[in-house]
């Protein structure tokens, strides 16, 4: 487990990262946590007294990777940008599991099932935590329907979400 000190930030204006809180892994700490890589992956541990797991730390070029920290993150540890916190991180070698519900709607949907096999292990991770991430059954029903048709018409997931906005199907 690498402990260290980081500075809480937010992204401006930086495509799909525009408005994140987050904190920079320098390439030092990134590689005691997980040697030689320059891909993201999945890291437990804790943040201040706020216990992590399973969240994905993502590549920023030079070595360095960065922790988005989200809503209920920062509501725990009542901090902003430019505070710091105290990291705590080891690997988290957890396999993720996808979502049942959703692998049993793609067996009724032969092309979006061959599309959401196609997606790279971390899409298809991604995609399932949305799903499983819903508050009520209705939510989570409503995102398995999203998914399965926006896979069927090969959309990624800005793609989809973009889809349904603008076509005010909910």
Known sequence: MVEFI???EKFGKQGEKTGWTYFIIPAKVANKIKAKTKK???????LDNYSIKGIAILPMGEGDFIMPVNGLMRKYLKKQKGEKILVQLQEDKTPVLLSEDLLLCLEEESRAKTFFNKLTKSHQNYY????????TDA???????QAVNGFKMQLNYPEMMRYYKENRMH
């Open 128 to 135: 399932s935590k949305w799903i499983e991430g819903a508050k």
């Open 6 to 8: 980081a500075l809480l």
């Open 139 to 145: 939510t989570k029903a409503k995102r398995i329907a």
């Open 40 to 46: 993201s992956f999945r890291v437990k541990g804790k």
